[in-house]
């Protein structure tokens, strides 16, 4: 894949697009959004992003006549006053409640033509809904990046240079020759509330090996009051505690909500430690936390109008029913005139009919293959309404087992189940111990895939007699840098004061690991050799990576809360995990330092935006504070690249990390391991007294 150049702002008009509005107020937050977003790009970390309400989007896009690709405009509270500056055909939905053409009211839902000279002013959304859409004939023609015109504002791309919409900024639309006819979509515009019910399908993980018993049924009882803290990443809701059925997570960290790294779907309900977070369309492919509930795709619209202090309850569905309901909501919007003619007559919207009181449990597994040989137990399972999660092998750290899930990817796509093939996989992400599928449900159906994969899974190569080609890279890292300081005193400061790693995160690392020092902690992290287990863990081609030494395996937890804000290529530990932020947004591992980018969109001419691969063996080199922003501006640039030499990695490398050679390593290795248990479970007594 090439990269797409970033289009600076004086460089946005798309050939043949003229200007179609002039921003005179940008409101609060405004962006160019398109409906699909970017596909494909999950595995390494890159979000769909799309418009978060995509269906009252789509709705304005069907009312204008825009082919569903179109881009148009995405506004948080407070939308933009615009100046028109040439004729074109509008409509505003969402939660447009003040909308004003020249100061006379706009009718959401309804077509309107706007001349040049006359403003268009969104006005405010003050509730309900908290998000406003416009969509104008042609759409809004910026470049496309990625594959999509949406402002991915963590990543800074897409869009108009990857920001929101600032006043001055120049608008183009495209051609409105050849649209389709306008139409009246006000009979189907999607009531808004302060109490909202969204229909999720139980799992991937629930009872009995994360939650207890009836666990799962006391998150569908309550009733959840949406956070402050929710956006276009994700949406915190705050309620009772989860019952959990274990102490702790082991070596994917301290709570029992954390797991080894697995990647999460778009609308899927994480457990950051006792709080529930629904995954927004900017939000992380792959983390470490416990998944119990996905949004289905009909009703993850309403993620993007909750606004703080809404109420929420969550109810169980079948996959069967997410599917009518899927389908239903399709066919409001490929016809919304048809559609509004059939619930007029019903009474009621199709696809947001009742459910009919699904149990709280999660589905029967699809696929189950019992272990065989050197081949761990596989399961397939629904994760939400259009993806699976394979997990392979017991929840544990095996580092071969994270091989044979990439040996399943690979048979996968050789069968023509790969990202873009034939079958309607759209979708990949590998995990330490999963394998994430996105499937066209237009396409492919859930039985069909699961079947393939355990063909695969049967079909696929021995392991031990593979050898792949991987690198060494060498990271320059800045020990204690301050930029991780400012996150933990951020962290302090706005979400929680007396959280037990807080003030020092290094410290909290030395304590649970029993190490004697501070500067102990930074030499077991500079003298590991780190494999790279995934990419796009935080986002943008961030490793997470495991020592190959088990001595080197230091063992924390990760933030509960998660941080809302860490900077750029910070370091940090998670469980048994390390990672490197591939660019700023929350997060939740302990940090312990800073290196350089490991994402770089700079032109045509990388390759891969990531620059570092699955399976590439990472050490780092300790530099000082001064000389790293040297090093992280040359690479950023594309002044200077990793370093990087070439290497291979076998099986047996594999069952060398998982069991040392010599018995005087293992039995180092098994001391350090209970020391580190030890601490850790007395961190863990702390923790409860407290």
């Known amino acids: 894949m090439t990269a797409a150049t970033q289009a600076n702002p004086a460089e946005v008009l798309c050939a043949g697009a003229a200007t179609a509005f002039t921003v005179l107020s940008p409101g609060l937050q405004s962006l160019v959004v398109d409906l699909d977003g970017r596909t494909g790009l999950w595995g390494v970390g890159v979000p769909p992003s799309g418009a978060f309400d995509d269906r009252s989007f789509a709705l304005a896009n069907a009312a204008v006549g825009n082919p569903r690709s179109a881009a148009g405009i995405e506004a948080v509270v407070r939308g933009p006053v615009l100046r028109c500056e040439r004729r074109v055909l509008v409509c505003v939905t969402g939660a447009v409640a003040d909308a004003r053409l020249d100061g006379r009211p706009v009718v959401p839902g309804r077509v309107t033509v706007v001349a040049p000279g006359q403003v268009l002013d969104l006005g405010a959304a003050d509730g309900p809904g908290m998000r406003q859409y416009l969509a104008v004939g042609g759409g809004i023609a910026v470049p496309a990046v990625l594959g999509s015109r949406t ?4 990543g800074k791309f897409g ?8 006043a001055g900024d120049a608008l183009p639309a495209g051609s409105a020759e050849n649209l389709a006819a306008p139409v009246d979509v006000t009979p189907v515009l999607p009531e808004l509330t302060d109490r909202w019910e969204l229909r999720v399908v139980p799992g991937p993980h629930g009872a009995p090996v994360h939650l207890a018993d009836g666990g799962p049924a006391k998150l569908f009882a309550a009733e959840w009051r949406v956070d402050h803290r929710a956006d276009r990443t994700g949406v915190r809701l705050v309620g009772p ?12 960290g301290l709570h029992p909500s954390n797991i080894h790294d697995s990647a999460y779907p778009v609308g899927g309900i994480m457990l950051s430690g006792n709080t529930p977070v629904v995954v927004g369309p900017d939000g992380p492919s792959l983390g470490g936390f416990a998944v119990p509930a996905a949004v289905i795709r009909a009703d993850r619209w309403k993620l993007a109008q909750l606004r703080p202090d809404d109420r929420v309850r969550l109810v169980p569905v079948t996959p069967a029913e997410a599917a009518r309901a899927n389908r239903a909501r399709a066919a409001e919007l490929a016809d919304p005139r048809a559609a509004a003619a059939r619930w007029e007559a019903a009474g009621r919207h199709a696809s947001d009919a009742p459910a009919s009181g699904a149990g709280p449990e999660r589905p029967d597994a699809l696929v189950e293959v019992p272990a065989s040989g050197v081949r761990p137990a596989l399961t397939v399972r629904y ?3 259009h993806h699976v999660l394979v997990e392979v092998g017991p929840p544990r750290l095996d580092l071969t087992v994270r091989l044979q899930v990439h040996l399943l990817a690979r048979a996968l796509a050789d069968r023509g189940f790969g990202v873009g093939g034939p079958a ?5 992400v590998e995990g330490v111990r999963s394998l994430l599928l996105a499937f066209d449900t237009a396409r492919l159906d859930a039985a069909v895939l699961a079947e393939a994969i355990g063909a695969a899974w049967a079909s696929s190569p021995d392991p031990r007699g593979v050898e792949l080609p991987v690198r060494e890279v060498v990271l320059p890292i800045s020990l204690d840098d301050p930029a991780a300081h400012e996150a933990m005193a951020r962290y302090q400061r706005g979400v929680r004061p007396d959280a037990p790693w807080c003030p020092d995160n290094v410290e909290f690392i030395r304590r649970v690991n029993d190490l004697p020092s501070r500067d102990a902690v930074f030499d077991v992290v500079s003298a590991a050799t780190y494999l790279v287990l995934g990419l796009g863990d935080v986002y943008l081609g961030a490793p997470v990576a495991v020592p190959l030494d088990p001595r080197h395996r230091l063992v924390t937890t990760k933030y509960d809360p998660a941080r809302t804000w860490t900077p750029e290529n910070a370091v940090g530990i998670g469980g048994v995990y390390l990672c490197v932020y591939g660019m700023e947004g929350p997060g939740g ?28 063996r990472l050490r780092f080199r300790p530099v000082p504070g001064d000389e790293l922003l040297r090093l992280r501006a040359d690479i950023a640039a594309g002044r200077a690249d990793l370093e990087t030499h070439t290497a291979t990695l076998t099986w047996a490398d594999l069952t060398a990390a998982n069991s040392l050679i010599t018995e005087e390593l293992r039995r180092e290795a098994d001391e350090f391991t209970k020391r580190r248990q030890s601490a850790f479970a007395a961190e863990r007594e702390r923790w409860a007294a407290r």
Not at 151 to 154: D, I
Not at 424 to 428: H, K, N, S, T
């Open 159 to 166: 869009g108009l240079a990857g920001r929101a919409l600032a």
């Open 589 to 616: 591992y302990q940090l312990v330092g800073r290196t350089v980018p490991v994402w770089r969109l700079t032109g045509p001419r990388d390759e891969f935006p990531w620059q570092l691969r699955l399976f590439d």
């Open 151 to 154: 402002t991915f504002l963590l």
């Open 424 to 428: 309607g996989v759209v979708e990949m």
């Open 241 to 252: 505690a989860p019952a959990w059925a274990r102490a702790d997570g082991g070596e994917a």
């Open 383 to 385: 994760s939400g309404d």
